[in-house]
């Protein structure tokens, strides 16, 4: 950029590299999607289509995005992680996490006709906000994964009961609202057994457990020194060469969605490209 004597304004656009080092989560959240939702009709308590798209926008994001690991999404949400030897825009806060933003938005408003071919969008239009948290170090990552999956749980159980108490039963809203204030988890199960024939176990999976998106490499796996390899990100911490190779790797993986549970330590034994270190 040639030097003018207006240059001197950019000194005043704030500095917002993020802390080295740390697991770098943006969550993206639907803007307004309880109206959104009504407005195009999606079933309730859970529409298989449109969370279907969110997962298909989810997946355009890793495959335009190497640097991110893993995703999570429930619902009208969805968290994307880097490591903590990314380096991508120089961790520069703005530029990740409106490269996510626009990235995600506009693959789910590209992608819109294959899920919903007889809806065509119009305004209100589907938009998403988002934020960025960093965490220090695996155990707190997973924890903050094991929350979202937690929630997803929590809320997913409280809304198939609360829309069946409405929907096959006609109670208003407020009727059932009030039905389930002070019930537990064992509560809700009896409820939804008793009154309406449904085995919550038996629900689908991606409605229990949400949604993981992440690279599989095969079925051989890493070897450990391509899982160390892996675990430096295509960041700072590796050669030119071994980011050359990385970007390679991730090309060519497949890229998977799984329904699965987040919170035990057996998927992330199992995929051990995931994330760096070790617990404990």
Same mark, same amino acid.
């Given at each position: 950029m040639a030097n003018s004597k207006y240059e001197y /304004?950019?000194? =005043?656009?704030?500095?917002?590299?993020?802390?080295? %080092?740390?697991?770098i989560v943006v969550r993206i959240d639907g803007r307004g999607f309880h109206k959104f939702s009504k407005a195009y009709n999606f079933q309730k308590p859970n529409d298989r289509h449109a969370l279907d798209l969110m997962n298909a926008a989810a997946t355009a994001v890793l495959n335009e995005m190497q640097d991110v690991t893993i995703a999570y999404g429930v619902s009208d949400e969805f968290s994307f992680v880097f490591g903590p030897h990314c380096t991508l825009f120089e961790r520069r806060e703005s530029k990740i996490l409106t490269t996510v933003v626009s990235t995600f938005t506009s693959y789910y408003i590209h992608l819109w006709p294959i899920y919903f071919p007889a809806t065509p969008l119009s305004p209100p239009?589907?938009? =998403?906000?988002g934020r960025v948290v960093l965490y220090p170090d695996v155990q707190l990552l997973r924890d903050y994964m094991s929350w979202r999956q937690v929630d997803c749980h929590i809320n997913n159980l409280y809304n198939t009961t609360f829309w069946a108490m409405v929907l096959e039963e006609g109670k208003s809203p407020t009727q $059932?609202?009030?039905?389930? #204030?002070? *019930?537990? $988890? $064992?509560?809700?199960?009896? &409820?939804? =057994?008793?009154?309406? #024939?449904?085995? @919550?176990?038996?629900?689908?999976? &991606?409605f229990k #457990?949400? %949604?993981? /998106? @992440?690279?599989? @490499?095969? %079925?051989?796996?890493?070897?450990?020194?391509? /899982?160390?390899?892996?675990?430096?990100?295509?960041?700072?911490?590796a050669s030119k060469t071994q980011k050359a190779k990385n970007r390679k790797k991730?090309?060519?993986? *497949?890229? /998977? &969605?799984?329904h699965i549970?987040? &919170?035990?330590?057996? =998927?992330? %034994? *199992?995929? *051990?490209?995931?994330?760096?270190?070790?617990?404990g």
């Open positions: /304004v950019k000194t =005043f656009e704030k500095d917002d590299c993020l802390l080295p %080092s740390t697991f239009l589907p938009s =998403f906000d $059932a609202e009030e039905d389930l #204030k002070g *019930t537990f $988890a $064992a509560d809700k199960n009896e &409820i939804l =057994f008793s009154r309406f #024939k449904i085995n @919550y176990n038996d629900e689908p999976e &991606i #457990k949400g %949604s993981v /998106v @992440y690279r599989n @490499y095969g %079925s051989g796996h890493l070897q450990s020194d391509e /899982v160390a390899d892996e675990n430096e990100g295509l960041g700072g911490m991730r090309a060519k993986a *497949t890229i /998977v &969605i799984e549970d987040l &919170i035990k330590d057996d =998927f992330w %034994s *199992t995929r *051990t490209w995931l994330l760096p270190g070790r617990l």
